[in-house]
């Protein structure tokens, strides 16, 4: 039940559409995902390839699956080195409604600077992603192999981070050659 309570006072973020890049790699985001989204929430790049305004909460939901692993591990080095170059927060709108676009993740997410450019907005439950037209038709075309190795990457970090811990860690284990343990 407490499920059901949470999801009634969580207003998730829907709709699509298409809007007019303006001057300052600004951008009018829709009232309805701007409430969705509430104040200080995080831009990153996410393993699709579009940049993401993901709710404050949701994205502490991924930080606390990294904190929970190993942190010496593998896994866990792998999403953080994905995850925090490639992200900003927290991020809010301007007085007019509008999003800036840092300059560091619009290479990542091949958003372009150019006024006057269209990008497409859409809701997806918890955040909202930023895609080109162009890029969004491509990752239409072919969902499961669009950034494949990017998945699979992510994939093979997170059975990494998963997996139960060597009984001896590397850092002990050198230590203990070296006759200082």
């Not at 699956?65 to 896994?75: L, S, V, W």
């Not at 927290?90 to 091949?110: C, H, T, W, Y």
């Not at 239409?140 to 998963?162: I, S, T, V």
Request: contains cysteine.
């Amino acid at each position: 039940m407490a499920g059901s309570e949470t999801y009634r006072k969580f207003s998730p973020l829907r709709g699509r559409a298409e809007i007019t890049l303006e001057t300052g790699n600004r951008f009018v985001v829709p009232k309805d995902m701007r409430e969705a989204l509430g104040r200080d929430f995080v831009l990153w790049v996410s393993l699709t390839g579009c940049l993401v305004a993901q709710t404050a909460s949701a994205f502490e939901g991924l930080e606390r699956e990294i904190a929970a692993g190993d942190p010496f591990g593998r896994g866990c080095d792998i999403l953080r080195r994905f995850i925090y170059p490639n992200s900003a927060g927290p991020v809010n709108f301007d007085e007019q409604g509008r999003l800036v676009i840092p300059a560091e993740l619009r290479g990542p997410s091949k958003l372009s600077d150019e006024k006057g450019k269209k990008i497409l907005v859409l809701g997806c439950f918890d955040r909202m992603e930023i895609w080109t037209p162009e890029e969004f038709i491509r990752y239409e075309a072919n969902k499961l192999q669009y950034n494949a190795d990017r998945w699979a990457d992510f994939d093979n970090a997170r059975a990494a981070m998963n997996a139960a811990p060597s009984r001896v860690h590397p850092v002990e284990e050198a230590i203990k050659r070296m006759g200082r343990g």
